[in-house]
């Protein structure tokens, strides 16, 4: 009770919503999305537990706004670029860029258009690049899986590599893994970290392989 009444009395003014999202993700940055919990996050603005729930019912419409926060971080497309293969690579590079400016929230940014109007307003508009690029409904579904599992693919295998340089990679499997052929030693030693470049080029080759799809001019 005595805590509690601390926490109180350390606030000097309302609480926001806006402040309750950007607390929370830097809480996420910092330490995980499992860290994040009511209690911690209402310590960390100097108020009551009681007093989030006022703003925000629960956890789960806390992480949706965290996520509309994070959607919102994303630019706005440059007009100068003008090829609709330029425009949606630029869209996709900048989500990519996103995730690993917080790559703790990778969760939240990629199941954004289910809870962020801003993510579903990013996706209406690049839905309207591809459908003015000749896209038929179900090129451009087929192309928003694929480019969608790329770029979450990608940034995961970032953020393991990121747990895994500070020591929070998994125990590794049991057993001996057998050795490579001699043949294969120098391909083997070549799947090593990844690369930002990497995301580029693999998100340019799903781009041109869509782009043969469309009907000829």
Not at 88 to 103: E, G, S, V, Y
Request: hydrophobic fraction near 50%; proline fraction near 6%; charge should be negative.
């Amino acid at each position: 009770m005595e805590q509690r009444s601390r926490a109180a009395v350390r606030r000097g003014q309302p609480v926001s919503i806006p402040e309750i999202a950007t607390t929370a993700l830097a809480m996420i940055d910092e330490d995980g999305l499992d860290a994040l919990t009511m209690r911690g996050l209402a310590e960390a603005i100097g108020v009551t537990p009681m007093t989030l729930y006022r703003y925000l019912a629960n956890k789960q419409m806390i992480l949706a706004e965290v996520a509309d926060l994070l959607w919102r971080e994303l630019p706005a497309i440059d007009p100068a670029i003008t090829g609709w293969k330029e425009q949606i690579a630029a869209m996709w590079q900048q989500l990519f860029d996103l995730m690993l400016r917080h790559p703790n929230a990778v969760p939240l940014i990629a199941r954004g258009g289910a809870c962020s109007a801003t993510a579903s307003s990013d996706t209406a508009g690049m839905l309207s690049v591809l459908k003015d690029a000749g896209f038929s409904a179900e090129l451009a579904g087929q192309f928003v899986h694929a480019a969608s599992a790329l770029v979450v693919g990608f940034a995961f295998a970032h953020l393991w590599q990121h747990q895994a340089q500070v020591g929070q990679a998994p125990q590794p499997p049991a057993g001996q893994a057998s050795a490579a052929p001699d043949e294969l030693l120098e391909y083997a030693g070549r799947m090593g970290p990844f690369t930002t470049g990497e995301f580029a080029t693999s998100l340019n080759l799903i781009i041109d392989g869509f782009a043969r799809q469309l009907p000829q001019p």
